[in-house]
Each structure stands twice: as C-alpha cells, then as structure tokens.
C-alpha cells in the first residue's frame, strides 16, 4: 500500500525542515487534538484557552510572521502546519489561521511600533488571543459596503455596528475591528481598530446552534457608542485593500488546510474498505470502489502538488492575490466533493462520528464560502483571464 502522498512524492518536494515542522504538527494532532475532537464537535465548544499556549509552545501562532515572538517560518511550513492541524478538524486550522493571519498579521503589518509590542508577543505565546471583525450581518462579500463607522470626538473615536461569524470573538483579549472612518476628508475610508475585551459598549455573544464548524468559537460582536483613544487606530490601515491583504494570507492557509480534511477523508475511507466485507469479500476489492479511491487520490494529489507550488511561490515573494483565488477555490471544491463521495464507501456508518468523514464534509461547507465563497474565487479568476469586472 502507498498514500496519495506516496503516490506523488510529494515528501521529496520537502526540505528537511519542513519535513521536521509538519511531523511536529502532526504528532500533536494526533496525541493532543484527535482524541477529543469528535466529543468537541458533538458538544459544540472548543478549549481555545486551554489549547493556544500549546499552539504557541509550538510557534504556530503568527508562526509566518518575523520577530515579536514568531516564529519566522516559511510560507510552505505554515501551509503544511495547516494541513495538519485540518486534518484533525477545520476548526481547529481555523482558530490558528484567525490567531495569526488575520488578527496577528493586521497588527504586524499595520501597526504602530508600540501596538505590535503590546499585543504580537502575547499573542505568539498564546498568552493573548485576537479576532477579526470584518464579516457584517449584511454584507459578506461585499464587505465594502460595511456599515460600521468610527467618527471623531476631540481626540477620540467613537465606533458604532455590528460583526457576524467572527471566530474567536468570544474569547479574544483584542479584536481588529474594520470601519468607515470619517476623518474630515471627501469620503470616509477603511480603518482598522484595535478593541480591547471588556471596552465599555464592545459585547461579543456566541453563535450557537451551528451545524458547521461546531469545535469552533464563533460570535457576534456589538459597537455600540465604543470609545477609542486615538491610538487605537491601525495608522498603516488604508482603505479596504488592508483588510482584504490580511484575507489573502488566510486563504493561503486554506489551500492547504482543506486538502487536510479530504486526505483524512480518504485515508478514513481505505481503511474502512479494506476491512468492511461485502459479499464475502473486502468493499476495497470491487472495482466501482478502486474507482471512486483512485479519483479522490487523483484530486487530492493534484490540490497538493498546486498548493506546493503557489507555497513556493509566496515563499519567493511572487505570489498573487488571483493564484491564491486559484488555489483556495481548487482545494475547497475538491475536499468536500472527496469528502462526500467517501461517506458513500462508508455507508450509513459515514454519518457516525465514530468517523470522521460527515464531521469533515459539514465543516468544509462553511471552508468553502468563508474567505470568499467559491463563486466570488470565480469572479477573481475570470477577471483575471479576461479583464472585465463582473463582480457588478
């Protein structure tokens, strides 16, 4: 027997080290993570408290970032960490994929010197966690048309609105809030803000009743009448193209994670093909099953292959925003139609959580259409090829 990444030696595409990054993940998964995650999901909680030290330990969180306690990994590295810890559960890559490439990276890259001080060292620690609020009741891709505003009061800044599906939102110490700021000039223009927990007018009430992402902390967050010492804005922020960089860098880490999900799929599968016998002879001996197996592995190694090369293109500081459209629409829609046709060899024990399988096809539901959904990857593509905005 070999693996779908035996199959396309992918290990020989890796360095060393990058070998050494995406074992550790692996075994922490395994010993740490994969035990309880079924109980997690059923129960609908996750113990981000508890586990981030622990991802921090590991320097997993902002782990793509340069100094301030981060780790200073490669792009690859942090795409193969991702794989990992979705091939455990999307909520768990999600966690850290909030943590570090939207709420940590919207601080490095747009931060004051004294703002990446205060917050990107105990974030990196797991010490301190962060959200990201951009997503609103109303607008989800389009978030330009985002109605939460911060206006000017002498030195401060008052923020009023609303944020919905923001992981992490209920247990973050700090959230990067995203609103038009009116300061004075034709039109007010993205800002970012920096929201401590416990802000007088700042709630965070957790989403419940999820049937996706259910070993996820998800909330919604109010501004109401939120008061702000100046300092709070992000003074790199500058438009909406802010925001949407720090979406790209989590997309980066979806076009591996994904292909996490559909490989624990897969391997989930085999292993229940070779054992389950059908009359009188393993399921994995009849061809209509090698042919479904041999598909999946098809896909799932082509999305590897094309993750890898756009890892190595960002690690060469050449990637684009289209390519990463490219790589997260590929790998979103090839795990979860892997995902399903494996609950199809599983049978009715694929609606188990004593499997994986339906645990992972439900998560990639909302993988698929959050960081921008499938079709919004589309538009990006085809305006891309053709140069005409079709978005309007």
């Known amino acids: ?30 010993q740490r993570l994969r ?74 890259k747009y931060g004051s010197e004294e703002q990446k001080q205060q917050w990107l060292p105990g974030m990196a620690a797991g010490e301190l966690l962060g959200c990201f609020g951009l997503t609103e009741p109303d607008f989800g891709s389009n978030p330009g048309g985002m109605r939460t ?33 009116d300061e004075g000039g034709d039109r007010p223009r993205v800002r970012g803000f920096l929201v401590p927990a416990g802000t007088p007018g700042f709630t965070a009430r957790e989403m419940r009743h999820k049937l996706s992402l259910r070993a996820s902390l998800t909330a919604e967050l109010s501004l109401d009448g939120v008061r702000l010492p100046a300092d709070a804005v992000l003074p790199g922020s500058r438009g909406l193209s802010s925001p949407l960089a720090c979406l790209s860098e989590a997309r ?75 790589g997260k629409l590929n790998s979103t829609r090839e795990a979860i139609a892997i995902a399903r046709e494996c609950r199809t060899i599983l049978g009715a024990n694929g609606i188990s959580l004593d499997y994986p399988v339906l645990r992972h096809a439900n ?6 259409t959050y960081e921008g959904t499938a079709e919004v990857h589309q538009l990006v593509i085809g305006k891309a090829l053709t140069d005409a905005d079709a978005f309007r």
């Open 1 to 30: 027997m070999v693996t779908v990444e035996e199959l396309f030696a992918i290990p020989a595409l890796l360095s060393e080290e990058e070998r050494e990054i995406r074992d550790t993940v692996a075994r922490f998964a395994r």
């Open 35 to 108: 035990p309880h995650i079924a109980e997690w999901f059923e129960a609908g909680t996750f113990p981000a408290r508890e586990l981030a030290p622990e991802l921090g330990r590991l320097g997993l969180l902002g782990m793509h970032l340069d100094g301030y306690g981060c780790a200073g990994a490669s792009a690859t590295a942090y795409g193969l960490a991702c794989q990992e810890l979705e091939a455990v559960d999307s909520g768990v890559r999600s966690m850290v994929s909030v943590q570090g490439s939207l709420a940590m990276t919207a601080i490095h």
């Open 149 to 181: 505003r911060a206006v000017r009061d002498g030195d401060d800044w008052v923020l009023d609105g609303s944020k919905m599906w923001i992981t992490n939102g209920s247990v973050a110490d700090v959230a990067v809030v995203w609103a038009y700021a």
């Open 252 to 326: 980066f880490g979806i076009v591996f994670g994904a292909l996490g999900a559909a490989r624990d799929c897969l391997a989930a599968a085999i292993d229940y093909a070779r054992t389950r016998e059908v009359f009188d002879k393993p399921l994995a001996a009849y061809q209509l099953t090698q042919a479904k197996l041999a598909d999946m592995a098809l896909e799932l190694g082509k999305g590897q292959l094309l993750a890898l090369h756009l890892g190595r293109l960002k690690d060469r500081g050449e990637i684009t925003a289209e390519q990463i459209s490219t």
């Open 363 to 368: 998560n990639l539901e909302s993988v698929l």
